[in-house]
């Protein structure tokens, strides 16, 4: 096997740490960046440490921020009154490329999880708490991830939030558009009947 020069290992090294990048993925961007003009990477490492230095999470619904609230919480044409409950800032980004949701977000920072040992106190469960009580909210939107910690979430705030007067729903979930019904598996199927709509 061939060896490469430190600073090259090091850089590959590191790039194969970030989710869904392995090691040939990880080489071909470090090569790749050997190749291109030395202001085209320090335009990425300047990039990089603003990142850092200024991201935050929004004072108010947790999700990413540069400021003391996000673009979404400090934009006065959303509805305050319906929030949509979510894991974390990767979920409001995909929600958001949808076009199809105009409330507020707060993102839980993760789903309860035992064998992790995530409970309540390690999710925003209580921020969620407070803002039901206290900023007039009139329907919260289940939308954590339909695993076992997500399903699990959803349930548990659900029961919790109910007692508080708020309409609490769960996203729909069933067949993804274009889909066959004989590759479908049977909780896919399940869902799409429970979930089923008049026409």
Known sequence: MAQLAPPIERLISELSR???VGRKTAQRFALHLLKVDATEVASLAAALSELRERMRLCEICFNLADGPRCPICADSRRDPTLVCVVEDASNVIAIEKSNAFS???????GALSPLKDIGPEELRVGELVERVRGEGIREVILAT???????????YLARLL??????????AQGLPAGADLEFTDELTLQRALEGRREY
Request: proline share 6%; no cysteine; aromatic share 6%.
């Open 162 to 171: 109910k007692p508080a007067g708020v309409v609490v729903s769960r996203l």
């Open 103 to 109: 409330g507020l977000y707060h993102v839980l920072g």
């Open 145 to 155: 991830n339909s695993n076992v910690e997500g399903e699990a979430t959803a349930f």
């Open 18 to 20: 970030l989710p869904g």
